[in-house]
Nanobody, 119 residues
Framework: QVQLVESGGGLVQPGGSLRLSCTAS????????MGWYRQAPGKQRELVAD???????NVVDSVKGRFTISRDNSLNAVYLQMNSLTPEDTAVYYC?????????????WGQGTQVTVSS
């Protein structure tokens, strides 16, 4: 079992920045991947970015060049630096980790943190 605690959300003006943090309750060194998803009102949850245990990153086109994902295994944490925010980035952001498990993988989710971009 893995508990994930997110922080860093809030209200920001268009063009502003936020840094989301997610800390896991156990060592993240074995995590196959760590990532961030988001869900806007009335929309499905979507991948924003993820990072593998080897450090390879995947960032969706809609945020590429504005958002950066990183992880620090010494702190069991994953971060999402969000710059040049627009109202379209408003959503609940969820931390996600994937662990290898017998015969496959297991996924854990954080409780979500609200990001609101508005003037």
């Amino acid at each position: 079992q893995v508990q994930l605690v997110e922080s860093g959300g809030g209200l920001v003006q268009p063009g502003g920045s936020l840094r989301l943090s997610c800390t896991a309750s156990r060592s993240s060194r074995s995590f196959q991947s760590m990532g961030w998803y988001r869900q806007a009102p009335g929309k499905q949850r979507e991948l924003v970015a993820d990072i593998t245990s080897g450090g390879s990153t995947n960032v969706v086109d809609s945020v590429k060049g504005r958002f950066t994902i990183s992880r620090d295994n010494s702190l069991n944490a994953v971060y999402l630096q969000m710059n040049s925010l627009t109202p379209e980035d408003t959503a609940v952001y969820y931390c996600n980790v994937v662990l290898p498990f017998i015969g496959g993988t297991v996924t854990y989710w954080g409780q979500g943190t609200q990001v609101t971009v508005s003037s």
